[in-house]
Nanobody
Framework: QVQLVESGGGLVQPGGSLRLSCAAS????????IGWFRQAPGKKREGFSC???????YYVDSVKGRFTLSRDNSKNTVILQMDSLKPEDPAVYFC??????????????????????WGQGTQVTVSS
């Protein structure tokens, strides 16, 4: 069966950095679109970034220039490097897979309903 596990969350000061990983078993991540989502208490889950099977990346404006997606296919892992973290970034962060790159993925946030396999999430806290 497919399993995704997010790791690397924790507490960081504003302006600091965290490196999140999305590791997979039962699936080869290099063959899938990987979406990243986050959910803060009382708010809807929102997609903010995705990476295609050929490593095209999309970021919403609020994280562009601060967050970077990459792949380490030797470890069957996708990495989310988060720099310059802000007080509005704390949330549970999720990764998920989509089998296909869809026509609007280059211009819109990843939609939750298109993603099939999900991790359990990792908590990111930003505090001084």
């Amino acid at each position: 069966q497919v399993q995704l596990v997010e790791s690397g969350g924790g507490l960081v000061q504003p302006g600091g950095s965290l490196r999140l990983s999305c590791a997979a078993s039962g699936i080869t991540l290099g063959n899938y679109v990987i979406g990243w989502f986050r959910q803060a208490p009382g708010k809807k889950r929102e997609g903010f970034s995705c990476i295609s099977s050929d490593d095209y990346t999309y970021y919403v404006d609020s994280v562009k220039g601060r967050f970077t997606l990459s792949r380490d296919n030797s470890k069957n892992t996708v990495i989310l490097q988060m720099d310059s973290l802000k007080p509005e970034d704390p949330a549970v962060y999720f990764c998920a897979t989509d089998r296909f790159w869809r026509s609007d993925y280059a211009s819109l946030p990843p939609p939750s309903y298109e993603y099939d396999n999900w991790g359990q999430g990792t908590q990111v806290t930003v505090s001084s």
